[in-house]
């Protein structure tokens, strides 16, 4: 049992993460397992996962007296994939072979992140607790979603943190010979392709929380030649080239994503009308400013600066650094698609620094439209943190 100090419940009833300091005792728990949390009183509050060794200590799964056990899972897995299957419905579309099947705290399911490449799942823990959970979450998936083969993708610096080792492995195979595991999954992003490797690159293979970005980018990309700045494996740069643009320049550092950026603008047709740079994304862009290059669109989707609230200063004049030079960069009517994954980096703050750079920038610049993460990426009000992608769609004017 875990009890909490007195004045920490009313937060504990909303949001499903507990620290150490809100913690008054606890008992008989072992690392990884299921806990009942108690307020001061001992008055019920919920169940969740507890581990000692970090600072967030448990994470609450239900507010329910329930067991938290395959039935739950279960229970649990059926609604998110129902919830998406109904949003598919509500919007006239086919159910999607390509997202988020699971979104952690979005989902009621905190520390896992279940999600779908066509004929095959990624499953990706990020705590001990469901770390143990594993074949109990796989018989949920089975059960829910059926018979496919699932890769385990777990999570480095989560495993680090929570003292578990992280998989990365099949751990489901339906059958399927070794050969056939070892080969690249493509996967459709209407109306472009992708080709994804198991084990290989960053998230479980794509930025799936880009994904209805990416396709807006591709409907305003015509007649625009583009710049895809950090631009990873050429999601942006394929949406635009297949939309209409008429070439296309793509700057990332790390090779192992170049390369896959090239296998991906092959297999759309379109390398052709794309330049690939390796190099720092900073130095390319003055560059390119110094050559007084110009673009139709330009998309600026760079790592996350800030992982800690100390770093947003330093992420603050990054992004500043960086939109600035983009807006260099535009031609009259030119858009900038601009985005920070950084959660501590709040919509408002990054606001902020578009309009600062805008304004060192000499450029005035149109709202056209607020971006955010792909809608299988929900956003709970009482756990802000579910929310962390913003973007901006602007127009030079």
Same mark, same amino acid.
């Given at each position: 049992?875990l009890?909490?100090?007195?004045?920490r419940e009313?937060r504990?009833?909303?949001?499903?993460?507990?620290?150490?300091?809100?913690?008054?005792?606890?008992?008989d728990?072992?690392?990884?397992?299921?806990?009942?949390?108690v307020?001061?009183?001992?008055r019920f509050?919920?169940?969740?996962f507890?581990n000692?060794?970090?600072?967030?200590?448990?994470r609450?799964?239900?507010?329910?007296?329930e067991l938290l056990?395959r039935?739950?899972?279960?229970?649990?897995?059926?609604?998110?994939?129902?919830?998406?299957?109904?949003?598919?419905?509500?919007?006239?579309?086919?159910?999607p072979?390509?997202?988020?099947?699971v979104w952690?705290?979005?989902? &009621?399911?905190a520390g +896992?992140?279940?999600d779908? %490449?066509?004929?095959?799942?990624?499953?990706?823990? *990020?705590?001990l @607790?469901?770390?143990?959970m594993?074949s109990a979450v796989?018989?949920?998936?089975?059960?829910?979603v059926g018979?496919l083969?699932v890769?385990a993708?777990d999570?480095e610096?989560?495993?680090r943190?929570?003292?578990f080792e992280?998989?990365?492995a099949w751990?489901t195979?339906?059958?399927?010979?070794?050969?056939r595991l070892e080969e690249?999954?493509?996967v459709?992003e209407?109306?472009v392709?992708?080709?994804v490797i198991?084990?290989?690159g960053?998230?479980?293979?794509?930025?799936?929380?880009?994904g209805?970005n990416?396709?807006?980018?591709g409907?305003?990309a015509r &007649?625009?030649r583009? +710049?895809?700045?950090f631009? %990873?494996?050429?999601?942006f740069?394929?949406h635009? *080239?297949?939309? @209409?643009?008429?070439s296309?320049?793509?700057?990332?550092s790390s090779g192992?994503a170049?390369?896959a950026a090239?296998?991906?603008l092959?297999?759309?047709?379109?390398?052709?009308r794309?330049?690939?740079?390796?190099g720092?994304?900073?130095?390319?862009l003055r560059q390119?400013?110094?050559?007084?290059d110009?673009?139709?669109l330009v998309?600026?989707?760079?790592?996350?600066?800030?992982r800690s609230r100390?770093?947003?200063?330093?992420a603050?004049?990054g992004?500043?650094?960086?939109?600035?030079?983009?807006m260099?960069l535009?031609?009259p009517?030119?858009?900038l698609?601009?985005f920070s994954?950084s959660?501590?980096?709040?919509?408002?703050?990054?606001?902020?620094v578009?309009?600062?750079?805008?304004?060192?920038?000499g450029?005035?610049?149109?709202v056209?439209?607020?971006l955010g993460q792909?809608?299988?990426?929900?956003?709970?009000l009482?756990?802000?943190?579910?929310?962390?992608?913003k973007?901006?769609l602007?127009e030079?004017?």
């Open positions: 049992m009890r909490l100090k007195r004045g009313d504990a009833r909303v949001h499903p993460w507990i620290f150490k300091g809100d913690v008054a005792d606890v008992s728990v072992a690392p990884g397992s299921a806990v009942t949390i307020d001061a009183s001992g509050v919920g169940r969740g507890f000692p060794r970090p600072a967030l200590c448990c609450v799964l239900t507010r329910r007296d056990d039935e739950f899972l279960k229970r649990r897995l059926s609604g998110a994939v129902t919830r998406r299957q109904e949003a598919a419905r509500d919007e006239a579309t086919v159910a072979r390509l997202g988020r099947l952690s705290e979005g989902d &009621g399911m +896992l992140v279940v779908r %490449y066509d004929g095959a799942l990624v499953l990706q823990c *990020l705590t @607790g469901m770390a143990r594993r796989l018989d949920a998936l089975a059960a829910v018979d083969p890769f993708w999570d610096i989560a495993g943190f929570e003292g992280p998989a990365r751990v195979t339906c059958g399927l010979p070794p050969s690249p999954v493509v459709e209407t109306p392709r992708f080709e198991f084990g290989h960053q998230k479980t293979g794509l930025y799936l929380d880009q209805e990416r396709r807006t980018i409907r305003v &007649g625009r583009t +710049l895809d700045a631009a %990873y494996t050429a999601g740069a394929c635009a *080239l297949a939309g @209409g643009a008429p296309a320049v793509c700057i990332e192992p170049l390369a090239r296998r991906n092959e297999l759309n047709g379109v390398l052709h794309a330049e690939i740079r390796s720092n994304v900073f130095d390319e390119l400013e110094r050559a007084g110009r673009f139709g998309v600026l989707d760079p790592p996350p600066f800030a100390d770093a947003v200063p330093a603050a004049r992004y500043k650094e960086i939109n600035l030079r983009a260099r535009l031609e009517g030119g858009m698609a601009t994954c959660y501590h980096v709040s919509e408002e703050l990054f606001a902020d578009c309009r600062d750079a805008a304004a060192d920038a450029v005035t610049l149109r056209l439209r607020r792909s809608r299988d990426h929900p956003v709970l009482t756990v802000p943190e579910t929310g962390y992608l973007g901006l602007l030079a004017v």
